[in-house]
């Protein structure tokens, strides 16, 4: 008997925009070489790079919101209080999986890390 029930190590065909996936890849190459040409330590580059994911991360959840209704950000927010202002990021993905289909979650995701990665590279070449 077969069962319709996915493997969890797999994960399901999304469709991506590809030119946007390329450019956000090639933003990540650029970011790395100015890391290189600005020889940045390795500890400092562990830094940068954690705080252009909290970047990424804090610009996901401004474009989310931006699509949930008064009663879904009371209910987001309700979350942060419970936990004394510092949510369970695990619990806050779920929330957000609830809210949005996969497909919408990646291109919010990859807007998000081209924006933060473009800003990051033109403030450094300046």
Same mark, same amino acid.
């Given at each position: ?57 804090? +610009? $996901?959840?401004?474009?989310? /919101? ?7 950000? *009371?209910? %987001?927010?309700?979350?942060?209080? !419970?936990?004394?202002?510092?949510? +369970? $990021?695990?619990?806050?993905? /779920? ?7 996969? *497909?919408? %979650?990646?291109?919010?995701?990859? !807007? ?15």
């Amino acid at each position: 008997m077969t069962d319709n029930v996915q493997d969890p190590g797999q994960v399901p065909d999304i469709q991506v925009d590809s030119a946007l996936a390329e450019r956000v890849v090639m933003l990540y190459q650029e970011v790395d070489k100015t890391l290189d040409d600005l020889r940045v330590g390795e500890s400092e580059r562990k830094e940068i790079e954690q705080n252009l994911m909290e970047a990424i991360a804090a +610009d $996901l959840l401004v474009r989310l /919101g931006e699509k949930l209704s008064e009663e879904e950000k *009371a209910e %987001l927010a309700k979350m942060g209080e !419970e936990t004394g202002g510092q949510p +369970d $990021l695990n619990a806050v993905a /779920g929330f957000f999986r609830t809210k949005f289909d996969q *497909a919408v %979650l990646v291109q919010h995701l990859a !807007e998000a890390t081209e924006s933060v990665l473009s800003e990051f590279t033109e403030a450094m070449s300046r």
